[in-house]
């Protein structure tokens, strides 16, 4: 055999046992998500509009809150199990030659359209547990993180054609994405300084904030290290592997953790 068959069998078995990786990710997002719609409780957290309305007695405009919907929490908790699920899925069957292809391009767009969903799910629940029920600001946050996620495949997409790395793509992201964690902290320190118990987030939510805000960040991290081509790093597949660690560690936390605090049956 010579060296080059010898190299492209090499990195052929690379990405099949890349291939086994998602289906086995998939299946344990897939497994997660069905159990959190079997078992979970029926708790519900309000949405509400807050348009204005005139006040006749004080000939003024004042806020006029609105229920618009009561969310149940064990569905949104399982759908971005499941969102997960069918990406990994995806590209461990039906997408694995374009996922092979990009992957060699040092890119997986795939990857991010998934993060923009689920990550955005993700962040609403956490903006919710804390009082963030305000539909405009719900949008909001949603889409500054999806938007986060998308400036990811713009990295990897414009580096295609440079020769030094340009971290325009990156920057802008973590500017978008910084904003739905500056406005989760204003209602948690608020929520947490407001004197009155009642409004206090529950226990369990002091562990979900700071831990998902390192897991977010830790993305970023590995971005950059696999751009500055650190250590293991320096292989894009090594990278690969550890988005999808992250991935599945950071949903898995949040679920159970707000499982154990709120959708546990009673």
Not at 71 to 94: D, M, Q
Not at 97 to 112: A, D, Q, T
Request: proline share 4%; hydrophobic share 50%; aromatic share 16%.
């Amino acid at each position: 055999m010579t060296k080059k068959s010898a190299s492209s069998a090499a990195s052929n078995e690379k990405f099949a046992k890349l291939k086994r990786f998602n289906l086995i990710m998939g299946f344990l997002h897939l497994i997660q998500g069905v159990f959190m719609i079997v078992v979970s409780n029926d708790t519900t957290y309000p949405i509400f509009t807050n348009y204005l309305k005139f006040n006749i007695e004080t000939f003024s405009l004042t806020p006029d809150p609105q229920p618009f919907y009561d969310l149940r929490f064990g569905p949104a908790v399982a759908a971005f199990l499941l969102i997960s699920a069918v990406a990994h899925f995806y590209l461990g069957t039906i997408g694995y030659k374009s996922y092979v292809e990009n992957l060699k391009k040092g890119m997986n767009p795939i990857r991010f359209y998934e993060y923009a969903l689920s990550s955005s799910l993700m962040i609403v629940l956490i903006g919710m547990l804390i009082g963030l029920w305000d539909l405009g600001a719900i949008i909001l946050i949603f889409a500054l993180n999806a938007t986060m996620n998308l400036f990811g495949i713009m990295m990897e997409l414009h580096n295609q054609q440079t020769q030094k790395t340009n971290w325009t793509a990156f920057i802008y992201g973590c500017v978008a994405g910084v904003v739905p964690w500056i406005v989760i902290m204003l209602y948690f320190v608020g929520a947490v300084n407001s004197g009155d118990a009642d409004t206090k987030p529950p226990a369990f939510v002091y562990a979900i904030v700071p831990i998902l805000f390192v897991f977010f960040n830790i993305f970023a991290i590995n971005m950059v290290l696999q751009y500055k081509k650190v250590g293991r790093w320096a292989d894009y597949l090594f990278g690969e592997r550890v988005y999808i660690i992250l991935s599945l560690s950071a949903k898995s936390v949040l679920c159970w953790l707000i499982w154990t605090g709120t959708l546990a049956p009673v």
